[in-house]
């Protein structure tokens, strides 16, 4: 898979380009497992690695190397002037193409690679090359995944800290709004209580119902009031589930003038007193 298609990198050219091992004829995956010759610091795949590190270099009778230093392997081999290694000519093409077979075949001594190192600059420099972009590619595909795993973390942060504020509300650690909604609906229910309490004579839920309107008077809008004062006039059994729906729907901050009730005014001044101071 390759994760950067879409942008040029320094690696991208590795995606194109078919990358060989430099002792056989294989293809290579440079994002996937190859390995760097002991010797001649080229590229090598797996296979060849194994197969040059369990082979057993033999000598002939003249003290030379019976197999190539680069693969391992037998065939036609080019023998040093100057040391005892040997290099096939398959190996010679491939990594230094038919200049490189003309070089070793011209007349005269013949100096090898690694008397010589600077013949075999150049695919040298090409395997640096590749590991480089390689090196850079891990580096990015790291950095990638480390942003995945942060922006992974954030969310989950996000989300557990909206389970948290999800269960604060239901646990009932109640939002502004809710708050309001909650002691409006306690209100209402002392109210009602008391409304229906018989031991609770006419005089005193007249006082309470003037407490009530006096205090609304910074906090609710006219149809509660209205409400509250019909209670009066026709008696708790009617107005007490209107009086409760209202007040659930109210918005809260509207100042409203109540509309009171000579009569409320009236006996609410005799100094008795209701228990709601
Ligand atoms: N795709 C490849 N797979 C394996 N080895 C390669 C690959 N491309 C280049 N090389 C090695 O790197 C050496 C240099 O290759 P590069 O393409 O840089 O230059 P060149 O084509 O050989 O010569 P020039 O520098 O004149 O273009 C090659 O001789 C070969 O050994």
Redesign the pocket.
Known sequence: MNPFSDVEHPWSWMHR????C?SCPAQLNPFDIFFTHPVMK??QCEKCSEFYSNGLFTTDAEGYYEHCRWCADGGTLYGCDKCVESFCKQCVL????RVGVTECEASGKWVCYICDSSKVA??V??AQRVKKCVKLHDIALEEQQKKKELNRLKRQRVLAAQQRAKSKRSDGESTDEEEIERQLLGFVKVFEKMIEDEDVDHRTKRLVLAKIIESSENESEPEFKEDLASSDENGPSTSKPKARVNLLSKKKGKKVVPQKKESSEDESSDGSSSGFD
Not at 94 to 97: P, V
């Open positions: 380009e078919e990358i060989g430099s080229t590229l491939r990594n230094l193409g150049k695919p420099e090409f």
